[in-house]
């Protein structure tokens, strides 16, 4: 096993996100109508997996990860938003994921913190965040302890599809050619680059976001909020920080015909005052605290809003783990495709759990690629 | 839109104010001091009255300075003002400015980051003990209102402004209890004997070392040599200083001066290449010979180009100045040069000097010291250099060290730990400090109340649409 990094390990979306741990049903897919929110139910079987598997990771890696999974709520301001989070925790009920509409006395003895505009909010037990910064290293730390060989500094440059496998040509610290019978590409807002070298098409679309953390304060906020009208994740890390953000868009640098993905993505001055704004007027204690950063990352999206996870059908033998919400999932996609790569017994059932994010949906997009 | 902002009201900034005025240009500046003059000439509150403020022969030229900067008509004064944000726009650049009463962002055609500099910070054991502050800071106590900010001084570092520190302590009435060069003494002869005409030239400046030596004589005063600082002791706050030689000396403060580095957070936060400056470390932004970056319309001036003193940090204001009125069509390549000659000519003989007292002052024997395993290197998030060492064993690019141990993350943005960080990196990987550049600069160059960043986007709706 090689896994071969451009820059070095947990330097990409993995080390940059926020560390959320989200198992509601996501505001984007809430936000498209009731049959996008139906059909985006079907999400909730991963989650639901998501919610074990985080339970169990600390022991799993032998590491702190500082995994907080004391409860979420995912808030409302309006009668129309509280009639959203109705409709939300049914689905989310009848897919096993306990989500409860808590407001009145009990949502202010649950958040005391909340601000008096927020008048209900969905809770789920389960939710929480962990550290972007400790899980990627536990990873890498597991994967060389089990004999993988991690290569940093190192650039693919070049796929040639042979039968019954792949020929790999690297470029930088581990410069080569390896042969590989299976490839899995987990390259974040990269990975369709690197697809094209494999002659198919992964269609992801980069998105950038910015986030914001305050300078670090005494325990104050144990749960992740979200909100269910407005863009807005927030939760207290470990060290105390607050971080700050929920999709707001930071804006890529453009040329050549493409967004380019080397360069920094710009911070967006609306974005950074509505992103707080939003932040303050559900919590207004942040309202004091004092920025210390705000940065910006790239993820990647497919067209369904769906990870894209699993094998590439037109092209034997290479799969593809990518198309956003990876922290929260990644250790369950990681598990799957393993599986899934592993072949055996345990394939068939990981293939089935990945099938909303399955690459086959897409695959008639490689149709005319010549193979 | 303004065609020019100046951030920084210091020496450089202020000349820089008086050519592009000079040239009709709309001009605002701005600093976080209320008043205008800089570290090197920081005013007492208004109201206040200094006797004999700054009366020192070094600082009659930057008097000067101030004087006709203050008189000037058509600049905007903004004090008080922190520039926490400084990105490009299609047709100049937009200043993310903010105030105790507010946030908001300012349009401008040109740009001139004209930041200064601060005190090399050097990690070493104790220095996070409540009273040690760097020589800078005392200074900026005593010089402005003669407040004493301690009981019993020691001064500690390699740079001779711990002569004048110690001085305009001395005469404000406070207790130096010694002054400490790491260096020995032969070393700063030898590398000031190497350049005699450099002293010469600048005799001045030689004869105000002259007399704080005899301010210090006179109070009884020790300046010793050849005496690295090892250690600040004390539980609570400072207690002593610990020398190399194991000797002790009590005091309540201790000042630190190792020499500067320049403020380079807007220029690498919009994107200007900066280049490591040679021993003291810190990113001196590269610029031309109009002082202009490699980012079209963003002009530096003064310490952000490398520290070199306020005589240099005039000159290049003033050549920046002109740049920025020639840049702009106010100002022909021809009236431009001449204006800028004299200038340019002072400018080449300054060098020398500045050249001078970096070897003098030459940090690089107290940089290369290990200090012990469990000495903090970033003070914000308290990481020490064992924590670091652990990591550098399996990573060395500056971000994921940050990224692995919080190193950088803190308040401070990194001022504090990324030079010592990039050294510590470059021991390790055998390359120069700096060489695979440094912490990605980031929004916002200072803290920022979040309520007061709520309100921006009405202002910059504009900024965005453009």
């Known amino acids: ?371 | 839109m303004i065609d020019l902002a100046i951030i920084g009201g210091g020496p450089a900034g202020q000349a820089a104010a008086e050519q592009a005025a000079a040239a009709g240009l709309s001009v605002a500046v701005f600093d976080e001091q209320p008043r205008p003059g800089g570290q090197i000439a920081r005013q007492p509150p208004a109201g206040f009255t200094v006797p004999d403020w700054l009366a020192g022969r070094a600082y009659a030229e930057v008097r000067a300075q101030l004087a006709r900067f203050e008189g000037l008509g058509g600049v905007a004064w903004h004090g008080g003002t922190a520039v926490a944000g400084l990105a490009a726009g299609a047709d100049g650049f937009r200043l993310t400015v903010v105030t105790p009463d507010g946030a908001e962002r300012v349009a401008a055609r040109r740009v001139l980051v004209a930041a200064g500099c601060y005190d090399l910070p050097v990690p070493l054991p104790g220095w996070t003990l409540p009273g040690v502050m760097s020589a800078g800071a005392a200074q900026a106590f005593v010089k402005s209102q003669r407040i004493v900010p301690g009981g019993r001084f020691v001064l500690a570092g390699t740079h001779p402004l711990m002569l004048v520190v110690a001085a305009q302590i001395v005469e404000s009435g406070g207790v130096v209890a010694a002054v400490m060069f790491d260096q020995p003494l032969g070393r700063c002869v030898a590398r000031a004997l190497a350049d005699p005409l450099t002293i010469v030239r600048h005799a001045g400046l030689f004869v105000d070392a002259a007399a704080a030596r005899r301010v210090l004589a006179r109070a009884g005063v020790p300046v010793r040599f050849g005496r690295p600082l090892a250690a600040v002791e004390g539980s609570e706050a400072v207690a002593a200083a610990r020398f190399a030689d194991g000797s002790i000396m009590a005091c309540d403060r201790v000042a630190l001066c190792y020499g500067f580095v320049p403020q380079a957070d807007l220029p690498r936060q919009a994107g200007a290449t900066v280049r490591w400056q040679a021993v003291a470390g810190g990113w001196a932004t590269a610029h031309d010979a109009w002082m202009e970056t490699d980012r079209p319309g963003l002009f530096v001036a003064g310490e952000t180009t490398g520290v070199g003193g306020a005589a240099i940090a005039l000159c290049e204001g003033r050549l920046a100045g002109i740049g920025i009125a020639r840049s702009l069509g106010r100002l022909d390549d021809a009236a431009a040069a001449g204006l800028a000659r004299a200038t340019r000519r002072r400018h080449a003989r300054l060098s020398g000097f500045a050249r001078m007292l970096a070897a003098i002052a030459d940090p690089a024997e107290v940089l290369a010291r290990v200090p012990p395993a469990d000495t903090i290197l970033c003070r914000c998030e308290d990481v020490t250099h064992a924590e670091i060492d652990a990591v550098l064993a399996t990573a060395t690019a500056p971000n994921a060290v940050k990224l692995a141990t919080r190193c950088g993350m803190g308040v401070c943005q990194g001022r504090m730990c990324e030079g010592a960080l990039l050294r510590r990196i470059a021991a390790a990987d055998g390359t120069a400090p700096g060489a695979a550049g440094g912490f990605t600069a980031r929004f916002p160059a200072r803290l920022v109340p979040i309520d007061l960043l709520c309100g921006l986007d009405d202002v910059s709706a504009e900024a965005v649409a453009d």
């Not at chain 1, 290479?318 to 495709?337: C, D, E, H, Q, Y």
Request: hydrophobic content about 50%.
């Open chain 1, 1 to 371: 096993m090689l896994i071969v990094e451009a820059a070095h390990a947990n330097a990409g979306a993995s080390g940059q996100n926020a560390g959320s741990l989200h198992f509601q049903i996501e505001r984007r897919f809430l936000e498209q109508g009731e049959a996008k929110a139906a059909e985006a139910a079907a999400i909730t079987g991963l989650s639901r997996m998501a919610v074990d598997d985080w339970r169990g990771l600390e022991q799993a890696l032998g590491a702190d990860l500082h995994v907080h999974m004391h409860g979420g709520l995912m808030v409302a301001e309006t009668a129309d938003e509280v009639a959203m989070l109705e409709r939300k925790a049914a689905r989310e009920r009848a897919a096993g994921l306990s989500a409860e509409l808590v407001d009145g006395a009990e949502l202010r003895r649950i958040a005391p913190y909340l601000s008096e505009r927020v008048i209900a909010a969905n809770h789920m037990a389960d939710e929480g965040h962990a550290d972007p910064r400790a899980v990627t290293p536990a990873f890498v730390a597991a994967a060389r302890a089990a004999g993988a060989v991690l290569a940093e500094r190192t650039r693919v440059t070049a796929i040639a599809r042979r039968a019954g496998g792949f020929a790999v040509t690297l470029a930088g610290a581990g410069a080569g050619t390896v042969q590989a019978d299976q490839l899995l590409i987990a390259a974040g807002v990269w990975s369709a680059g690197v697809g094209a070298l494999a002659n198919v098409h992964l269609p992801l679309f980069p998105v950038a976001l910015q986030m914001n953390v305050t300078e670090r304060v005494a325990p104050f906020l144990p749960h992740l909020i979200q909100h269910v009208g407005r863009r807005l994740s927030m939760k207290q890390a470990h060290a105390g920080n607050v971080l700050i953000g929920g999709g707001w868009p930071s804006r890529m640098a453009a040329g050549d015909g493409r967004f380019d993905l080397s360069r920094r993505p710009e911070l967006l001055a609306p974005s950074l005052a509505g992103n707080l704004a939003v932040a303050t007027a559900v919590l207004p204690h942040v309202g004091g605290l004092n920025l210390i950063r705000s940065w910006t990352g790239t993820t990647a999206i497919t067209a369904d809003q769906y990870p894209l996870v699993g094998a590439v059908p037109c092209a034997p033998g290479l799969f593809v783990a990518a198309g956003g919400s990876a922290f929260t999932l990644g250790p369950t996609f990681a598990r799957l495709i393993a599986a899934q790569m592993a072949g055996g017994g345990a394939a068939a059932e990981a293939k089935a759990a990945l099938a909303i994010a399955a690459p086959a949906r897409f695959d008639h997009l490689n149709s005319f690629m010549g193979g």
